[in-house]
T-cell receptor, first 116, second 115 residues
Framework: AQSVTQLGSHVSVSEGALVLLRCNYSSSVPPYLFWYVQYPNQGLQLLLKYTTGATLVKGINGFEAEFKKSETSFHLTKPSAHMSDAAEYFCAVSDPFSSNTGKLIFGQGTTLQVKP | DTGVSQNPRHKITKRGQNVTFRCDPISEHNRLYWYRQTLGQGPEFLTYFQNEAQLEKSRLLSDRFSAERPKGSFSTLEIQRTEQGDSAMYLC?????????????FGPGTRLTVT
């Protein structure tokens, strides 16, 4: 069964510092990979996704992520944190080969705190 | 583009009561999903519709839960005889047919509190 592990339930960075949020997945085949952001009392907003092709994907708000098959990882980065980046971040996978539903399997989330 | 909408946004109910939530997906999306999110956790898949057909249900969806999507448009999720363990955020998402990488668009959620 697929699973997603996000290392670090809380990450704290200073404004302007590098953001690195870690995500590892377990899957027999490379899945589709997603990062979502959730602000308090709101739904999830898609930051970026990887399906096929280029392994470095760029998303909204200056975020990017790199798919590394050998490491089964899809870490999220941003060169310079803004106060507005403070939120909950979720990594998710879907397996387009074993399931045609497209259902997402989520990690437990990482809370990003940005200090002034 | 109105996005995915959910109603109500908040629901407080007493244990044992029935509750119903509604989700209106993006109009051209034929795929609809329900997820449940408890505090401090990621969303967990509950059920999936393609048009009006309910094609997959999670083991999390006990027999007290029922979901419908009449005419393949809006969807409802009903919980009968609510329990305190049902307290959670219920999220709805929709997406285009396969070939679109299953990118899902989420609504704002319905937060259920069972007292």
């Amino acid at each position: 069964a697929q699973s997603v592990t996000q290392l670090g339930s809380h990450v704290s960075v200073s404004e302007g510092a590098l953001v690195l949020l870690r995500c590892n997945y377990s899957s027999s085949v490379p899945p589709y990979l997603f990062w979502y952001v959730q602000y308090p009392n709101q739904g999830l907003q898609l930051l970026l996704k990887y399906t096929t092709g280029a392994t470095l994907v760029k998303g909204i708000n200056g975020f990017e992520a790199e798919f590394k098959k050998s490491e089964t990882s899809f870490h999220l980065t941003k060169p310079s944190a803004h106060m507005s980046d403070a939120a909950e971040y979720f990594c998710a996978v879907s397996d387009p080969f074993s399931s045609n539903t497209g259902k997402l399997i989520f990690g437990q989330g990482t809370t990003l705190q940005v200090k002034p | 583009d109105t996005g995915v909408s959910q109603n109500p946004r908040h629901k407080i109910t007493k244990r044992g009561q029935n509750v119903t939530f509604r989700c209106d997906p993006i109009s051209e999306h034929n795929r609809l999903y329900w997820y449940r999110q408890t505090l401090g956790q990621g969303p967990e898949f509950l059920t999936y519709f393609q048009n009006e057909a309910q094609l997959e249900k999670s083991r999390l969806l006990s027999d007290r839960f029922s979901a419908e999507r009449p005419k393949g448009s809006f969807s409802t999720l009903e919980i009968q005889r609510t329990e305190q363990g049902d307290s959670a955020m219920y999220l709805c998402a929709s997406s285009l047919p396969s070939g679109s990488s299953y990118e899902q668009y989420f609504g704002p959620g319905t937060r259920l509190t069972v007292t």
